[in-house]
């Protein structure tokens, strides 16, 4: 008999490095009189890090066929179960990159049930004045939701964005195909989406506080409705993408061999520029 034997190709690679973890002590601890500096023989790697993805790259011939998405996720998915590693988050990342990691961290919270019970609080009467209510049913779980799931509170926030705009009705959801015929909304599917608003809005002034702290009230609602508006159509492209990425999946064999089609990237979709939030 002959025997199998396997062939190994480059497709890419990811490199990343770790950053100390400073977590505030509970309560505030204060040295006794015994209290003595290490005496060297501390073992970093046992230190609570924040892992960083610094460098990503899969080769042009092998881009489009879904092996940029298996190597993130394999990357993610290790260090989640890293003990040491709170935190995973990416340095720079490209507009390609972006939309990547944006399709994958949906993919992974909408695994875990926590994130899934989280959704828009429908009846919440939003006053004229004033503090704004909580807009999320949920919301005293977010922050535990997102230490669970070790990502980023700028990712975080995005990505809860994304699902809860999904959440609206199709009559007022933003979407990219501009000529759809959709139903009239009806006043319940406005305010859901004015809740909505309001969520993406708190996050996008808080990125932005000393830009907007700078110009006139009026200009600076102005500014926060337009990008507001280019958010909402990234969040319908990514959505959509996130659609057909578990739709091929289900269709994917299940014994891992890919069709011909695939393996030469027919039927791959392009990636648009990104609409910037910022």
């Given at each position: ?22 977590r ?60 040491q590693?709170?935190e ?64 980023a ?22 979407t ?103």
């Amino acid at each position: 008999t002959v025997a199998e034997t396997s062939t190994y190709v480059f497709v890419g690679y990811a490199t990343l490095f770790r950053c100390y973890y400073f977590r505030p002590p509970t309560p505030p601890a204060s040295p006794k009189g015994d209290w003595e500096l290490p005496t060297g023989d501390l073992d970093l790697a046992e230190l609570p890090c924040r892992t960083r993805l610094s460098q990503f790259i899969i080769l042009p011939p092998f881009q489009g066929k879904g092996n940029g998405a298996r190597l993130y996720k394999t990357v993610f998915e290790y260090y989640h179960k890293h003990e040491q590693t709170h935190e995973f988050t990416v340095e720079d990342p490209n507009e390609a990159f972006d939309l990547l990691r944006d399709i994958c961290d949906l993919q992974f919270l909408k695994g875990m049930p926590e994130f899934c019970n989280l959704r828009l609080d429908t009846d919440v009467t939003i006053p004229k004045k004033g503090t704004l209510p909580k807009l999320i049913v949920g919301s005293d779980q977010l922050e535990t939701i997102r230490l669970k799931a070790k990502i980023a509170p700028r990712q975080f926030g995005r990505v809860l964005e994304m699902y809860l705009m999904s959440q609206l009705p199709e009559s007022v959801q933003p979407t990219m195909a501009i000529d759809e015929k959709r139903p009239a909304p009806t006043k319940a599917d406005k305010h859901q989406l004015r809740v909505w608003k309001l969520i993406a809005k708190q996050r996008l002034y808080r990125h932005n506080k000393d830009f907007l702290a700078q110009i006139e009230p009026h200009e600076r609602i102005e500014r926060l409705d337009d990008t507001l508006d280019g958010v909402g159509l990234e969040y319908a492209r990514i959505l959509a993408a996130c659609e057909r990425s578990a739709t091929n999946a289900q269709a994917e064999p299940k014994n891992g061999k890919r069709k011909l089609q695939e393996e030469n990237g027919e039927g791959s979709s392009s990636k648009k520029a990104r609409v910037e939030d910022a």
